[in-house]
């Protein structure tokens, strides 16, 4: 079993940034994808960016490549996203998520099975 808690949520204005963090406690995360989703009010639940423990590669959605870094440390079951040049659309509930089984880094969210309990982002104009 996997416990995931994320932290580092605020409300910064546009052209901030926010540093999230996800820890992971229970089983050692390191053969597992993450993954960071996020869901505005009355929205569907999104992809962000992914990391896959199988070939290292780290995927992004279009609308945060160039901004947005994710990074791991998969010894200490620490994941973090560095948000850079935010914008008033990127103003979601923000999840992490883990799973064994993804593949690729997979951007559906329904599979992933490992999820933390969100943490709020808002950005202002």
């Known amino acids: 079993q996997v416990q995931l808690v994320e932290s580092g949520g605020g409300l910064v204005q546009a052209g901030d940034s926010l540093r999230l963090s996800c820890t992971g406690t229970g089983r050692i995360f390191s053969r597992y994808d993450m993954a960071w989703f996020r869901q505005a009010p009355g929205q569907e639940r999104k992809f962000v960016a992914s990391s896959s423990w199988s070939n290292g590669n780290t995927y992004y959605a279009d609308s945060v490549k160039g901004r947005f870094t994710l990074s791991r440390n998969s010894a200490k079951n620490v994941a973090w996203l560095q948000m850079n040049n935010l914008k008033p659309n990127d103003t979601a509930i923000y999840y992490c998520?883990?799973?064994?089984?993804?593949?690729?880094?997979?951007?559906?969210?329904?599979?992933?099975?490992?999820w933390g309990q969100g943490t709020q982002v808002t950005v202002s104009s």
């Open positions: 998520s883990a799973d064994s089984a993804v593949q690729d880094g997979s951007p559906e969210w329904t599979e992933y099975s490992y």
